[in-house]
């Protein structure tokens, strides 16, 4: 079995770009345009590009018809689930969205957490292969900021 499909991936684009009202004010910090793509095609292509078929995304209730309707448009083939934060969750940040009812109750297993607004190259295969062969609880991947 391919390690891919032994991790389900949960992709968090909640969040509001507070640091960056000026770009984020007309539309979600995930839709933000980077190249020809929206900032959240990145991650999800590099899910796609690992061998993921589908990713649970979640994102903020009141974006939720927005984001689905960009992605739809997009060109990926990884289906996309999204699951909406609730205004209630909204104040503990994206991260909490992990412990939301409405998401627990699909995760079944393994989870690979990406953040929805990292453009990068990371070897996910590997991340995966490394977690397994250490029988790990959890591992993070740290990444030095270019210039640092």
């Given at each position: 079995?391919?390690?891919?499909?032994?991790?389900?991936?949960?992709?968090?684009?909640?969040?509001?770009?507070?640091?960056?009202?000026?770009?984020?004010?007309?539309?979600?910090?995930?839709?933000?345009?980077?190249?020809?793509?929206?900032l959240?095609?990145?991650?999800?292509?590099?899910?796609?590009?690992?061998?993921?078929?589908?990713?649970?995304?979640?994102?903020?209730?009141?974006?939720?018809?927005?984001?689905?309707?960009?992605?739809?448009?997009?060109?990926?083939?990884?289906?996309?689930?999204?699951?909406?934060?609730?205004e209630?969750?909204?104040?503990?940040?994206?991260?909490?969205?992990?412990?939301?009812?409405?998401?627990?109750?699909?995760?079944?297993?393994d989870?690979?957490?990406?953040?929805?607004?990292?453009?990068?190259?990371?070897?996910?295969?590997?991340?995966?292969?490394?977690?397994?062969?250490?029988?790990?609880?959890?591992a993070?991947?740290?990444?030095?900021?270019?210039?640092?």
């Amino acid at each position: 079995m391919p390690i891919n499909a032994e991790f389900q991936a949960v992709v968090l684009a909640g969040g509001r770009g507070s640091r960056m009202l000026e770009l984020t004010a007309a539309q979600p910090k995930s839709l933000l345009p980077v190249g020809p793509h929206p900032l959240l095609w990145y991650p999800l292509l590099q899910l796609q590009d690992a061998g993921f078929a589908e990713a649970l995304v979640v994102v903020q209730a009141q974006q939720l018809e927005k984001i689905q309707g960009a992605m739809e448009r997009q060109p990926l083939t990884i289906r996309l689930q999204f699951v909406a934060m609730p205004e209630s969750c909204e104040d503990l940040g994206t991260a909490d969205s992990l412990r939301m009812p409405e998401l627990q109750e699909r995760l079944k297993g393994d989870v690979l957490v990406m953040s929805g607004d990292v453009v990068g190259d990371v070897d996910l295969g590997g991340v995966m292969r490394t977690f397994r062969k250490h029988d790990a609880s959890v591992a993070a991947l740290m990444l030095q900021p270019l210039g640092g």
